[in-house]
């Protein structure tokens, strides 16, 4: 079985202050990891994406995320949040042997001004 | 761009009607997949396709059908709407090249209500 955990549901922060959102995994085989974000009203929009290689991988406005094997994780990380960062983040997990795609339940971002 | 789109973008149904949710893509992926989204459990995945003519049965597809007429439209139909099935759903399509690499492009969600 395959399941991706996102243990903070709500997380809030203010402008300018550095953020981290949590994703632990569960797969036995090689994982494909990424993290979505959800803007109101909008569909699912990819951030970034790890397969294989360096473990830190760079996404879009900023955004970073670095896969750990041995922790089973795969945390996305920013220096300094805006205000427009307020939205949903999902970590996706896709099982290369299982073809399964697994959505974590996601955590909802509110940035402070 | 990857573009999907779907309509309607709101919808009220009254239980024990009919209900189609139609999908249009325009990157010429072959997978197709209808997710709902309801609080408290993320995404769960109801039918999904490989191709044209191809349907599969995701995790909760109870009370749902899916058509999947040609590479570029999949619907979701629901025969009998229930007040339960009010959520929000989503279309994604995805690439198979070389083995499916699980990236999916989003439509921007239909909303519907069952009264």
């Known amino acids: 079985a395959q399941s991706v955990t996102q243990p903070d549901a709500r997380v809030t922060v203010s402008e300018g202050a550095s953020l981290q959102l949590r994703c632990k995994y569960s797969?036995?085989?090689?994982?494909?990891l990424f993290w979505y974000v959800q803007y109101p009203r909008q569909g699912l929009q990819l951030l970034l994406k790890y397969y294989s290689g360096d473990p830190v991988v760079q996404g879009v406005n900023g955004f970073e995320a670095e896969f750990s094997k041995s922790n089973s994780s795969f945390h996305l990380r920013k220096a300094s949040v805006h205000w427009s960062d307020s939205a949903v983040y999902f970590c996706?997990?896709?099982?290369?042997?299982?073809?399964?795609?697994?959505f974590g339940d996601g955590t909802v971002l509110t940035v402070k001004p | 761009e990857a573009a999907v789109t779907q309509s309607p973008r709101n919808k009220v149904a009254v239980t024990g009607g009919k209900v189609t949710l139609s999908c249009n893509q325009t990157?010429?992926?072959?997978?197709m997949y209808w997710y709902r989204q309801d609080t408290g459990h993320g995404l769960r995945l109801i039918h999904y396709?490989?191709?044209?003519?191809?349907?599969e049965k995701g995790d909760i597809p109870d009370g749902y059908k899916a058509s999947r007429p040609s590479q570029e439209n999949f619907s979701l139909i629901l025969e009998l709407a229930t007040p339960s099935q009010t959520s929000v759903y989503f279309c994604a399509s995805g690439v198979r090249v070389g083995g499916d690499t699980g990236q999916l492009y989003f439509g921007e969600g239909s909303k519907l209500t069952v009264l």
């Open positions: 996706v997990l896709w099982g290369t042997n299982t073809g399964k795609l697994t």
């Open positions: 396709s490989y191709g044209a003519g191809s349907t």
């Open positions: 990157n010429n992926h072959n997978n």
């Open positions: 797969y036995s085989g090689t994982p494909y």
